[in-house]
């Protein structure tokens, strides 16, 4: 079987890319060389000194882990280095981190990430991620990035992918042409074709919450949670519960064997906890190009809102499309509204 590597596809798809001029080429070859170096540190976090938290929390009040902080700098030497980027935004800087080089300030694009996801499971050997999305700059090429180039759509999205650092290293990603999977070898140190062109089962019998908010969340999804523990085997229930703590490898099970990931408003996060541009955002683009639906529980698509800030924060309802619908349906019936916590 010939063996396609990460930048032999990237390459050989150039053209279909209205761009082609090579750019997104080189960017996307950047972001695999990041998440090469991450993987190491990760695959190893228990032999040296990189497990823990480092003492100061992000712009959430999170404490930031070592591998957050040494991944999110692994990016940006990595994109800073591409000559095709000007700028990123993560979860890990308040403020969008700005490449004055000349050479970058001539980059086109900018790219938001969350480097290392669901950093509450590093230290217990779980999966994590690391998500990435790519804009085209509005702001005037030679020029410093500003943080117009940032609160764009989703739909503005030229490219979306994650990093998966599980059982194996996987990096997913779409240019809208589809969503292709490439599975790290490490015998020749390059990411490989293993999951061409997939697609998200439109129904599926997996569903993926944090229940231990069951008393925070709102009516209807409280209502949509019994749904799916009914005995009904016509229609696959009572479904299985599945949840990992990070949404990249929540959200990399129901991609490949359908489900429906929510992460809903709540008490506790009345705007919902996950963030809009380096965290739903990616993942709603990857969603939709295989074939299934990323709402906030109300029918309003993800790739639709106009972020207002870097770090807003959005209901997260994704996955198998029917699923989705349905779940909104309980949520239209029986309610969106969070309760008060008081009331709790
Ligand atoms: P909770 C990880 O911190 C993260 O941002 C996502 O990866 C994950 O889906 C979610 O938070 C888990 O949150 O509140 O269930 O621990």
């Known amino acids: 079987m010939t063996v396609t590597t990460l930048n ?31 993987n190491r540190e990760v695959n190893k976090a228990g032999l040296v000194d990189i497990l823990g938290e480092i003492g100061t929390d992000n712009v959430h009040g999170e404490e930031q882990k070592k591998l957050d902080v040494y991944a999110d700098q692994k990016f940006i030497n990595s994109l ?13 800087n308040q403020n969008i981190v700005i490449f ?20 509450s499971n590093i230290d217990v050997n779980v999966s994590i991620g690391s998500i990435f999305s790519i804009f085209r ?9 500003g943080i117009e180039d940032f609160i764009q759509e989703g739909t503005k999205q030229v490219a979306a992918g994650y990093i998966i650092y599980g059982s194996s290293t996987m990096m997913v990603y779409t240019t809208g042409k589809g969503v292709n999977g490439f599975t790290l070898d490490p015998s020749i140190g390059e990411f490989c074709l293993s999951h061409p062109n997939i697609q998200m089962p439109a129904s599926g019998n997996i569903y993926s919450i944090n229940e231990g908010n069951y008393l925070k969340f709102p009516e209807g999804v409280k209502k949509y949670l019994k749904y799916c523990q009914e005995i009904d085997a016509p229609t696959g229930r009572p479904y299985t519960s599945r949840y990992i703590g990070s949404l990249v490898s929540d959200f990399h099970r129901s991609l490949l064997k359908g489900g429906i990931f929510i992460y809903p408003r709540s008490a506790a996060y009345p705007k919902g906890k996950l963030r809009l541009i380096y965290e739903c955002n990616p993942i709603a683009m990857l969603t939709e190009q295989a074939g299934g639906k990323a709402t906030d529980g109300k029918k309003n698509r993800i ?42």
């Open 8 to 38: 032999e596809y990237i390459i050989e798809r150039q053209a279909d890319f209205p761009y082609a001029k090579g750019e997104l080429t080189r960017l996307l070859t950047h972001i695999g060389v990041a998440a090469k170096v991450i």
């Open 80 to 92: 800073r280095a591409s000559g095709e980027c000007c700028g990123l935004a993560s979860e890990e």
């Open 100 to 119: 004055d080089e000349d050479l970058a300030k001539q980059g086109k694009y900018v790219v938001t990430v969350d480097p290392l996801d669901g950093s």
């Open 137 to 145: 700059r509005v702001t005037p090429v030679g020029h410093n990035a």
């Open 303 to 344: 790739l639709d809102f106009k972020p207002k800030d870097l770090h807003q924060r959005v209901p997260f309802f994704v996955g198998s499309r029917n699923m989705v619908a349905k779940a909104e349906e309980f949520m239209e019936k029986f309610g969106h509204e969070e309760p008060n916590i008081e009331e709790i």
